[in-house]
């Protein structure tokens, strides 16, 4: 299922070098877009306390039907259509189970 095919894009995506990567970087948020999506490396979403590191990499990705003050999703161009698709799909499923989880 879904879920599944995440995680599998997920593993592929986390997998790839680092340059890849790189290029989808969620940069410094801006006025006209002050929610970022993107990949952060390890330590990148540790906030402005020098004294707490996040030893986490990860990538912020919004649901289709974004807000215009958030920025558009930043995918890898080395994943195939088949492993992009499920990242794209699975914050908008989450959207729909979060309050079910919340009852």
Do not use: H
Not at 32 to 42: E, K, L, N, Q, S
Not at 60 to 75: C, D, F, I, K, M
Request: with cysteine.
């Amino acid at each position: 299922g879904l879920w599944s095919k995440a995680l599998s894009a997920s593993r592929q995506l986390f997998a790839l070098p680092e340059e890849s990567k790189a290029e989808v970087a969620a940069g410094p948020p801006t006025a006209d877009a002050p929610v970022v999506r993107g990949y952060f490396g390890v330590g990148a979403e540790s906030g402005t306390r020098a004294s707490r590191f996040e030893c986490k990499e990860g990538i912020s990705l919004a649901a289709g039907e974004r807000s215009v003050r958030l920025a558009p999703n930043r995918l890898p161009k080395d994943l195939p259509p088949e492993q992009l698709s499920p990242l794209e799909t699975m914050p908008a499923q989450l959207r729909l189970l979060a309050p079910r989880l919340a009852d």
